[in-house]
């Protein structure tokens, strides 16, 4: 299995923007990479995926704000959030899957407040 490492969270202003990226230990080339999120009481929800050679994929809560993508010669996935509000404050987790195949990263922490 690949180890992912996520980072770039940190605090922003809202209508601000945060570029997530997510760094894997081997090749991520045959996987879906996802991004996904975790609020304080709240279950663990998609937000983004893009399968290898296909297009992404975005839940309608991030549609025309967020957009995911992957560099697989980087061995990479990144997140960019723009017009980040304060409904996106979350612990954001990268995911590599295939057939029998799912890996998480550790998380990264989104805070979006005045």
């Known amino acids: 299995q690949v180890q992912l490492v996520e980072s770039g969270g940190g605090w922003v202003q809202p209508g601000g923007s945060l570029r997530l990226s997510c760094e894997a230990s081997g090749s991520i080339r045959r996987y879906t990479m996802g991004w996904y999120r975790q609020a304080p009481g709240k279950q663990r929800e998609l937000v983004a995926l893009?399968?290898?050679?296909?297009?992404?994929h975005y839940a309608d809560s991030v549609k025309g704000r967020f957009s995911i993508s992957r560099d697989d010669d980087k061995n990479a996935a990144y997140l960019q959030m723009n017009t980040l509000k304060p409904e996106d404050t979350a612990v954001y987790y990268c995911n590599a899957r295939y057939p029998f195949y799912n890996v998480w990263g550790q998380g990264t922490q989104v805070t979006v407040s005045s």
């Open positions: 893009v399968p290898s050679g296909r297009g992404p």
